[in-house]
């Protein structure tokens, strides 16, 4: 089992910026940040796996950037030049390979982005 906490949510203002952190209760594979909007799929923002490989979805490229403390078990999100389109419930997701993936959720934090 990994516990995910979550932090850095928040209301700004269009073109702003925030830093979402993550902390995990242990190491992980995979630390990434999805994000959910009122009726829509959750969708991946991006992911980064303990090596420092990083993922991102093309809608954030160049704006947001993901980042990892192995040491903290932490994950961060930079997201800067914020739009009103990114305003969502971030998710905190870790993934653990032990035989099988295993995957695991944070409690969501809120990004509210206005115009």
């Known amino acids: 089992q990994v516990q995910l906490m979550e932090s850095g949510g928040g209301l700004v203002q269009a073109g702003g910026s925030l830093r979402l952190s993550c902390a995990a209760s242990r190491s992980s594979l995979f630390m990434g940040w999805y994000r959910q909007a009122p009726g829509k799929q959750r969708e991946l923002v991006a992911d980064?796996?303990?090596?420092?490989?990083?993922n991102y979805a093309d809608s954030v490229k160049g704006r947001f950037t993901i980042s990892r403390d192995n040491a903290k078990n932490t994950v961060y999100l930079q997201m800067n030049s914020l739009k009103p389109e990114d305003t969502a419930v971030y998710y905190c997701?870790?993934?653990?390979?032990?035989?099988?993936?295993?995957?695991?959720w944070g409690q969501g934090t809120q990004v509210t982005v206005s115009s």
């Open positions: 997701n870790a993934k653990t390979y032990s035989g099988n993936y295993y995957s695991y």
């Open positions: 980064i796996t303990s090596g420092g490989t990083t």
